[in-house]
């Protein structure tokens, strides 16, 4: 690891789902462990991390996770019965796990923010491919009445980044695949696998729909 690498440690959050920056991640808190996170996060401003468990469950540990996630800042906080509590985040910038700091009170993890890149060249044609390629996989789900399709008129931002990772928000994966397009630290190898992601589950759908 780089001298000049910052390190910062972070309460985590563990979930079974990916959470993208310039994503919104709604989550009810009932476990004693990260209700305390959560009055530690709202009494000093600070964010917590989230990361994809990728084997165990999200209650009572004992989980394998992920080695890159994504910072949340808490946006609204309602107090719930029993000390629960029912929080709207938004999130901000990804990270990588540099290290463990135990689960007590709550997981905590050394981190490195992981700066978004400035994009090489023009992609405006890959955002444009990505984007069609997810309304696409979106408008056969919701002839299955899975999800809704998405809306002609459609605020993505204006940052090619952001523009990106609000795709990736929209796209319907799987969480491991989910986790590829966040650990993909180019833009264009980003839209380019998550366009491939979409075609293929739009294929695979059009058989669905005709009957194969």
Do not use: K
């Not at 079974?16 to 530690?40: I, M, N, Q």
């Not at 689960?103 to 978004?116: G, K, N, Q, T, V």
């Amino acid at each position: 690891m780089p001298a000049d690498v910052r390190l910062r440690r972070v309460g985590m959050f563990p979930l079974s789902t990916v959470l993208f920056p310039h994503g919104e991640l709604a989550l009810h808190v009932f476990e004693p462990r990260y209700r305390e996170l959560t009055a530690d996060c709202l009494a000093a401003g600070s964010e917590f991390g989230v990361v994809l468990i990728e084997r165990g469950s999200e209650v009572g540990g004992g989980d394998e996770r992920a080695g890159i996630g994504t910072l949340a800042r808490i946006e609204s906080a309602t107090p719930l019965d029993g000390g629960r509590w029912a929080l709207l985040t938004e999130a901000t910038r990804r990270f990588r796990i540099r290290r463990w700091m135990g689960e007590h009170p709550y997981p905590s993890a050394l981190i490195e923010e992981l700066p978004d890149l400035a994009p090489a060249g023009e992609n405006a044609d890959l955002l444009d491919r990505a984007e069609r390629a997810v309304r696409r996989v979106r408008a056969l789900l919701s002839e299955l009445g899975e999800v809704s399709a998405l809306p002609g008129e459609l605020s993505l931002g204006t940052a090619p980044e952001e523009i990106a990772w609000r795709l990736c928000s929209l796209a319907p994966l799987t969480s491991l695949d989910a986790q590829h397009l966040l650990e993909t630290d180019d833009l264009a190898d980003r839209l380019r696998s998550l366009e491939a992601l979409c075609a293929a589950s739009a294929a695979d759908l059009t058989q669905v729909l005709a009957g194969g």
